[in-house]
Nanobody
Framework: QVQLVESGGGLVQAGGSLRLSCTFSGGAFSSYAMAWFRQTPRKEREFVAVISLRGSTLIYAESVKGRFTVSKDNAKNTVYLQMNSLKPEDTAVYYC???????????????WGQGTQVTVSS
């Protein structure tokens, strides 16, 4: 079945940038909307960004709008999350997920990756 693997997490100073990648396998990548969520020990998993099947629709959480950019490369079966102007509040485990429709709720997605840690120091 569909498998997602995130990578690119790490430690970065506030104001810095980081790009996360999520590789997709086991299905038709172009048939899925791809989204990013994040989770900290003190908060429930929250929506970050989503990109539609063809990439024509982009939705971002208000907290990351203007700083993060989600994109996809169908030739590489990969979705990216470019994170700029990072803040300590962005520290979390970031998860990639795939769904049949563009949604912002965690329970509306079917497939998930293992997550990648992003830590932003001040």
């Amino acid at each position: 079945q569909v498998q997602l693997v995130e990578s690119g997490g790490g430690l970065v100073q506030a104001g810095g940038s980081l790009r996360l990648s999520c590789t997709f396998s086991g299905g038709a990548f172009s048939s899925y909307a791809m989204a990013w969520f994040r989770q900290t020990p003190r908060k429930e998993r929250e929506f970050v960004a989503v990109i539609s099947l063809r990439g024509s629709t982009l939705i971002y959480a208000e907290s990351v709008k203007g700083r993060f950019t989600v994109s996809k490369d169908n030739a590489k079966n990969t979705v990216y999350l470019q994170m700029n102007s990072l803040k300590p509040e962005d520290t979390a485990v970031y998860y990639c997920t795939a769904g049949l429709e563009v949604r912002v709720r965690q329970d509306e997605y079917k497939y998930w990756g293992q997550g990648t840690q992003v830590t932003v120091s001040s």
